[in-house]
């Protein structure tokens, strides 16, 4: 070829006039104009923010025949769904029934789940039964080759550090059915009972509490969670430069430790349950130090006005002194009222990552459990949606191929995953190049899964919605069908965000 004529088509491809190589082997259909331009038919369906959105209970969507000059053969269709996450169902309280305080979790695997909070008497989660004087007996506990004993609680045994002294911070408890528990005792002491969240790495488990309540994330680095000995504690992780906290910690699958603080600058977080519409993102290699902050994950701050308020917080002075000389601090005042979120969790599904949080909307006083997403821990999340009520400090974990969201309060919640039922597709295709369909695939259902990936407790592997296409001969043209059914009693359904046909 004459190195021109190369050069040309270079350019010409660089600039968009050429398709590329994987627009050539995918057909997409993914905008707005894409749902519009590319339907022959449907049912029951909106086309809205790009997506194609139910308006019942089932609804059908058939495309039009996607032409092509040569022949091609179809390799799989994917279907992808709103990442919006509303398939979420209320279950009672997960965890040990005396588990007190804002609920920490882990997942290290199959059969290997921990949740942490303060020992309490079991009265905050429900029991409320008065118990006569216990005596515990030995027990076995299949999976555990520890010596165990019967508690006081339903469903929990002592291992021998869950008989070690109480120290007055978090004590750990594992389960490998989530529904029996066996309690490993102390893993933070009094000082830092303020735990906000759990990573773990390369065989050790990172705890994070703040020091004093609301400020400066601290670390325990525990290399052992059975001995009923609180770790290695490393002291301030971050020194957060604004005032709040309550973070989140998550590793990327790099391994880069991710923290996700509240940022009480722009509101008086004294009067909004203690959160704040805007959170920061700082970022670390190993999660002990040297954290560096980026630009805010979530901000929903409304219009500053140049005032400056006031504020105080009860545990500041009280808790560190040496640090803390008064309890009074500013923001700035914004208007309108503002929405405020906080207490963060975090969890990445198939590389999209979810920040969970309490939600206290400015227009009531009801809180909830509200959500966060993003394709990727570096770019700004949008609101999801939020569920249940009270003053949550929520957790999420996923275990025994669900997703658990603790919280708190007296209600707790369970999902099977993002992915919504119920949805069927075939392909059709055109073999002769006469523009109509001579040979259809049967009806099929497709759906994602999700798995652990080793190594990692809060990163999940999912398994698209994809059906292979291989066995369909070569054609000019293709063409698809979907049947949606929505079989959920809760409020999501089956949207779909993207459809990709692979050649």
Same mark, same amino acid.
């Given at each position: ?61 058939k495309s039009k025949i996607k032409s092509f000059d040569q022949k091609r ?24 029934? &005396?588990?007190? %305080? +804002? /609920?920490?979790? @882990? ?5 290997? $789940? ?40 339903? &469903?929990?045994? %002592? +291992? /021998?550090?869950? @008989? ?5 911070? $978090? ?45 400066? /994330? ?274 999501s359904q089956p949207i779909l965000d993207k459809i990709e046909i692979a050649?």
């Amino acid at each position: 070829m004459n190195p021109s004529i190369f050069v040309s088509i270079i350019a010409l491809w660089v600039w968009g006039i050429l398709p590329s190589a994987s627009a050539q082997n995918s057909w997409t259909v993914d905008s707005q104009s894409d749902w519009f331009d590319g339907t022959a038919s449907q049912s029951h369906l909106k086309f809205q923010d790009g997506m194609a959105v139910p308006t019942g209970k089932t609804a059908t969507l058939k495309s039009k025949i996607k032409s092509f000059d040569q022949k091609r053969s179809a390799k799989s269709i994917t279907v992808t769904q709103s990442p919006a996450w509303q398939n979420w169902e209320q279950t009672d309280d997960l965890g040990p029934v &005396n588990l007190g %305080d +804002a /609920p920490v979790m @882990l997942s290290l695997g199959p059969d290997n $789940y921990w949740m942490f909070g303060r020992y309490g008497s079991g009265r905050k989660r429900g029991d409320t039964s008065k118990r006569p004087r216990f005596v515990p007996e030995p027990a076995t506990l299949e999976g555990f080759d520890v010596p165990l004993q019967t508690t006081q609680f339903p &469903n929990q045994f %002592d +291992a /021998p550090g869950g @008989l070690k002294p109480r120290l007055g911070g $978090y004590h750990a408890w594992q389960s490998k059915d989530m529904v029996n528990w066996v309690h490993h005792g102390p893993i933070t002491e009094k000082k830092s009972a303020w735990m906000t969240t759990a990573e773990y790495a390369d065989g050790q488990a990172y705890f994070y509490y703040d020091f004093p309540n609301d400020q400066d /994330p601290h670390v325990y680095v525990d290399a052992d969670m059975f001995d009923g000995i609180p770790g290695d504690n490393k002291g301030m992780a971050y020194d957060d430069p604004s005032h709040g906290s309550d973070c989140a910690i998550i590793r990327d699958l790099d391994g880069k430790f991710h923290l996700i603080v509240e940022d009480w600058s722009p509101i008086n977080a004294q009067t909004h349950a203690w959160d704040s519409p805007l959170a920061a993102h700082a970022v670390s290699p190993d999660g002990i130090q040297d954290f560096k902050l980026l630009a805010p994950p979530v901000d929903q701050r409304t219009k500053p006005t140049g005032k400056t308020g006031t504020y105080k917080h009860p545990h500041w002075v009280k808790e560190n002194p040496e640090r803390f000389k008064t309890n009074v601090a500013e923001y700035e005042i914004h208007e309108p009222e503002q929405d405020a979120f906080g207490d963060w969790a975090a969890i990445s599904i198939g590389g999209r990552y979810y920040l969970f949080c309490d939600c206290d909307p400015a227009e009531s006083k009801s809180m909830s459990v509200g959500w966060f997403t993003s394709a990727s821990i570096n770019e700004k999340f949008t609101w999801c949606g939020n569920i249940g009520k009270g003053h949550p400090d929520p957790d999420i974990m996923f275990a025994e191929g669900k997703f658990y969201l603790a919280t708190q309060q007296p209600m707790d919640f369970i999902s099977p995953g993002p992915w919504v039922e119920d949805v069927q597709v075939r392909v059709g295709v055109d073999t002769d190049n006469d523009a109509a369909i001579n040979q259809w695939t049967d009806w099929a259902p497709v759906k994602e899964s999700y798995d652990y990936i080793p190594g990692f407790a809060k990163q999940v592997a999912k398994t698209p919605a994809r059906l292979d296409l291989s066995e369909l001969p070569e054609g000019f043209g293709f063409q698809f069908e979907i049947k949606i059914k929505d079989t959920t009693e809760n409020p999501s359904q089956p949207i779909l965000d993207k459809i990709e046909i692979a050649f």
